[in-house]
């Protein structure tokens, strides 16, 4: 885990710094997510063999929604029972508490411990919670003043990569597509996770000058244990218990270690939502994370067979 915290320690010494402006964010982020990030996705869905079955492409979304939509109803009533804030404030832990991340810390660990038709699967997993976020928690966690539509938020460039991938992937047309090409889709697709980690950095950096971080404890105590202790457990149980794919369950063992995801501070300040909880819950988790990770894959791996 420590070169990937590393990577997000150099985004918040850059901004500190000034090498990176609050101006280039907004641009780098769109790098990120219409060219970069998809073209991963495509380097890692095209030519895997796991993605051919037809259990690794119903199976993971679903579960993946599944896994959100526990999460938001369990953060909802967690935060009522603590008394966790105003209305506001508990519909932005539920959301923030619900939502690991699941993109920028599990690929690279995945793709570190397994290989990539796993980082397949997990992609597809992926669906499942990009559809949860929108159409629960953006549409009913947080109040939604966003012009576009539902549609238009769910299907962004990652998905959309998705996608186009799997049926090219079925169809084997990757077979047919000259070297040099793929290629240089795989190169686009290595700068898009040190490139996210960064601007995550940055976001950290933005935030943590004017945030009252140590003022409501009970909010980053309360995430913390829910994200870092009692979800990770409940898990391993799914993954062991449940006859699903060795990919699927590798998938849950990393995405159960998981800290919350960061893109919930960015749609608290966007929409309704309260951009300090949001921050607090993030930051608590992430920090904590660097000692739970290892911990909690460690235990994953002993008591589930993957391999």
Known sequence: MLPVFLVIGSGFLVRRLGWLSEEADR???????????????????????????????????????????????????????????????????????????????????????????????????????????WALGVGFLLSVNDPKSLWKRIFSGPVIAILIGVPLNLLRVDEQIPGFILETVNLFGQCAIPLGLILIGATFADLAKGAKLFSGIRVPASACLLRLGVFPLLFLGFALLLPLSVELKRVLIIQAAMPCAVFPIVLARHFDGSPEVAFKVVLSTTVISLITIPIWISLGLAWIPVN
């Open 27 to 133: 641009s780098l982020m769109r790098l990120v997510v219409n060219l970069l990030y998809p073209a991963m996705i495509l380097s890692f869905v095209l030519g895997n063999d796991a993605l051919r079955q037809a259990s690794n492409l119903i199976l993971p979304p679903l579960v993946g929604m599944t896994t959100i939509i526990a999460g938001f109803g369990v953060g909802m009533l967690v935060a009522r029972r603590f008394r966790l804030g105003d209305p506001r404030e508990c519909r932005t832990f539920a959301f923030s508490a619900g939502m690991y991340n699941y993109g920028y810390f599990p690929i690279p660990i995945i793709a570190l411990l397994f290989d990539r038709e796993t980082a397949g699967v997990l992609l597809v997993y992926n669906l499942g919670v990009e559809f949860a976020l």
